[in-house]
């Protein structure tokens, strides 16, 4: 057996369900702790229909299950969801959504083909 054939392949860690889309946005998570309830804020860098990437003002560790809040484009109020924490680098993180109601998830749906149609385009424009 070759060198590369037994190297694993660490194309699986990151092939993604969905696209992501950059999007700029302010970003509240509250992360419960044997000590209590810390709050971070930060912005967003990207999002997609499971999950949005943001850096963070404080530290968080993989695995760890996040409250989050955010507005998209296009809803009339914050999102307020679950989240667990998939990676690490500095203070960016990637989080995977665990409980969106029907309305969140055609929300972000919603936002993803706008983004989706203006990255497209360059214009944003139909």
Not at 11 to 39: C, E, M, W
């Amino acid at each position: 057996m070759s060198e590369t054939e037994r190297r694993p392949k660490a194309v699986s860690q990151k092939t993604r369900n969905f696209a992501r889309y950059p999007l700029d946005v302010r970003v509240v998570v509250h992360v419960f702790r044997s000590g209590g309830i810390s709050s971070f804020w930060g912005r967003s860098t990207e999002v997609g229909e499971d999950g949005i990437g943001a850096t963070l003002t404080g530290d968080l560790e993989p695995g760890e299950v996040v409250s989050m809040e955010f507005s998209l484009p296009l809803t009339a109020y914050p999102l307020k969801l679950r989240a667990v924490v998939r990676h690490r680098r500095g203070l960016h993180y990637g989080f995977e959504f665990l409980t969106v109601t029907q309305a969140q998830r055609t929300a972000i749906q919603r936002v993803c083909q706008l983004l989706a149609s203006g990255a497209s385009s360059g214009s944003g424009r139909e």
